[in-house]
């Protein structure tokens, strides 16, 4: 268990900002690990001798006392959800929730306040990483809590320990590989309507491809043919279903697009070695 007396993470900070066109900021040092992630739009972030390329769904973790300039796209200004994290502060000593950034402030100096020194540094990635996506639940809401509750220092330490570990869980893994545009257009318009019938000609039109270079630029980016990446999504959101929603077995083969029902048994039979009538039973309903 935890020692409550030790210097522990806590949150001081969570806010979302909507650049304008073209729009740079930019702070010198900011006295936080901070966890920052696109909503929507796109933009530039430059930390010390580092360049990312922000686009929806993108996640960015900053190291404690990072220098950042953001550069808002001008056609479409990234959306900004950012939360800051100080990894060690006394236990003893009440939380100020603010991030200290500004000359002058402080706390930029304040003893309560340190990083880690097994702290981790920059890292690029996405929300659908492992750990990724929940890091981004997390941080959403601590950007609605900050906005309708006054702050929590127990909620505050709490968020930090929770943070803390999915983060863990997230540098554990590799980053997504980077879609290029069209396959991250065709996989956006299969995701998007998995009930319907869908020829690889009507997901390389999707992408402005050809059916050639539609099964190329699948098989480059995600290890498998158009059919076959399809075929895995629709098991994938199947279970998904099964396991979380009231459908009968008949109504989620229909959402996922297949009309026969024997043979939506006999694929996901094959995916997940079990019939979909069991797949799920037992689990705790609401």
């Known amino acids: 268990m935890e020692d409550e007396r030790q210097p522990g993470p806590v949150v001081v900070g969570a806010n979302g900002y909507r650049f304008r066109s073209g729009e740079e900021i930019e702070h010198d040092r900011v006295m936080s690990l901070c966890f920052l992630w696109v909503v929507e739009g ?45 990894p060690r502060h006394a236990a003893g000593t009440p939380v100020v929730p603010r991030v200290a950034h500004r000359p002058g402030d402080p706390l930029l100096h304040d003893p309560a306040r340190r990083g880690d020194p097994r702290s981790p540094g920059w890292r690029q990635g996405s929300a659908a990483d492992p750990g990724g996506a929940r890091l981004v639940h997390l941080g959403s809401y601590a950007v609605e809590r900050w906005l309708a509750e006054p702050f929590d220092e127990v909620v505050g330490r709490a968020l930090g320990r929770l943070l803390l570990a999915e983060d863990a869980v997230w540098s554990r893994h590799r980053p997504a590989p980077r879609l290029a545009p069209p396959l991250a257009e065709m996989v956006r318009f299969v995701r998007g309507d998995l009930g319907r019938r869908l020829s690889v000609a009507d997901v390389a039109a999707a992408g402005g491809c050809s059916t050639s270079t539609a099964q190329r630029l699948f098989r480059e980016g995600t290890g498998s043919s158009v059919q076959g990446w399809v075929r895995r999504t629709r098991m994938e959101e199947a279970a998904r279903l099964l396991r979380g929603s009231a459908l009968r077995v008949g109504e989620v083969a229909a959402v996922v697009g297949y009309p026969d029902p024997l043979h939506f048994s006999r694929v996901f039979s094959q995916t997940f070695g079990t019939s979909p009538s069991r797949y799920g039973r037992g689990d705790l309903r609401p």
Do not use: I, M
């Open 42 to 86: 796109g933009g530039q972030v430059v930390s010390g001798e580092r360049t990312g390329r922000l686009d929806k769904g993108s996640l960015l973790r900053l190291p404690w006392g990072h220098h950042v300039r953001y550069r808002a796209d001008e056609r479409r200004p990234f959306h900004l959800g950012t939360l800051h994290l100080v």
